[in-house]
């Protein structure tokens, strides 16, 4: 049995959507079953890259457009390999691996991975619509990560009857912090209660409201917000403007490994995105992994309000009040048993739920349900 992976970008590139094709892969090969990756490249020419288990085939990319990259040669690449596998999991949004799937027409069975509906670009959706339900109606099965996220997705209530709910996992390997690092991040923030985020700079983060939360906090918290960009200036500005320089700092970038030392060092992890083109929110899962409570925003039509559970892990606040959020975090900071409880809940609930096996094992299922194969899956030959 032989899997490809197809979704937007892979590893180094570390958002949602590669984060969980990357466990995906990383997991299948662990457990000996062949799993490559078709992905756009960040450079205008094709690569492949070995990581000694498996390939990953990378397009030729001409920049983005409303966050799709735009890599015809997707096509060719796919025209090429496709007979190899005898599954393909396409991570959606992605209209260029929808297109490729289209004009293709692999005859393996195909597993659509539906990390979210396209939420802002509606005038784009319009135009894919009939592409994206050809690519459904084609499907042998549907992923979703959470019922939440299933039950209300307009394009996915007609697919019902083949879609499975398969929770993104991650591993627990390799979240591991340096402690050293770690004492040197609390020293560097004065040993403050630090109030942690992390995501792309972008409108529906809702970042502009954790900083605007900032005003109603005591001086004994600080906010940090890690990641780059579009919306990066807009935000500097507006710290500027609530004078919260000694309060609020944007970390731009943070590489994994160090991303991880900021989990450790922090007190409580916030996610204040306002739409529900925030599907489910693997940044939630690192952070009940290092025992975070979390205050998230209460979005019904998303999987972060079943991830992070309300008054059981951490607090779910109204998106877009500032002084919400902020009371929320207050609430947890100042409450020493209340805080223990997040953080025992929330490290349970990442062992019982989101570890990357606990998914695999669920793919491996999904996978024998649509070959209807008792034999289970081949190892690689």
């Known amino acids: 049995m032989k899997i490809l992976q197809f979704g937007k970008f892979y590893y180094p590139v570390f958002g949602g959507m590669e984060r969980a094709m990357y466990e995906i892969v990383e997991g299948f090969n662990a457990r000996n079953i062949s799993c490559d990756v078709l992905c756009s490249n960040t450079k205008a020419r094709n690569e492949i890259s070995d990581f000694g288990s498996y390939k990953v085939y990378r397009a030729a990319s001409y920049g983005l457009i409303h966050s799709t990259p735009i890599s015809p040669q997707l ?116 040993n403050k209660k630090i109030v942690l985020s992390f995501g792309r700079l972008v409108s529906y983060k809702g970042f502009e409201y954790l900083i605007e939360a900032g005003r109603y906090l005591d001086d004994d918290y600080i906010i940090l917000i890690g990641g ?31 991303k991880y030392n900021y989990y450790q060092a922090s007190s409580i992890f ?58 929320a975090i207050l609430e947890i900071g100042n409450d020493p048993k209340l805080y223990q409880k997040f953080s025992e809940n929330g490290r349970e609930r990442y062992q019982k739920l989101f570890t990357r096996e606990i998914m695999i094992d669920k793919l491996e299922a999904l996978y024998h349900k649509i070959f209807n194969n008792k034999r289970g899956i081949n190892a690689k030959s």
């Open 75 to 190: 096509i060719s690449t796919l025209w090429k390999i496709h007979k190899e596998y005898d599954v393909i999991q396409i991570h959606h949004p992605d209209p260029m691996a929808f297109l490729a799937l289209f004009i293709v027409r692999p005859s393996c069975k195909i597993v659509v991975q539906w990390q979210s509906d396209i939420v802002r670009q509606e005038k784009m959706l319009k135009l894919f619509l009939p592409l994206q339900n050809w690519v459904l109606n084609r499907a042998d099965a549907i992923i979703a990560a959470s019922e939440a996220y299933a039950i209300h997705s307009p394009y996915l209530i007609p697919h019902s009857d083949k879609t499975e709910i398969v929770p993104i996992g991650i591993s627990g390997e390799a979240l591991r912090a340096d402690e050293d690092n770690v004492r040197e991040i609390k020293e560097h923030y004065q």
């Open 228 to 258: 780059g960009g579009p919306e990066e200036q807009n935000l500097r500005e507006l710290i500027t403007r609530y004078h919260l320089d000694d309060k609020v700092y944007l970390l731009g970038h943070v590489d994994e490994k160090e």
């Open 270 to 327: 916030a996610l204040p995105s306002v739409t529900k083109a925030e599907a489910y929110g693997v940044v939630l899962l690192e952070a009940m992994a290092f025992g975070k409570p979390i205050v998230s925003s209460r979005i019904e039509e998303s999987g972060m309000v079943w991830v992070n559970q309300d008054r059981i892990t951490g607090l779910h606040v109204t998106p877009r009040l500032p002084k919400e959020l902020a009371q």
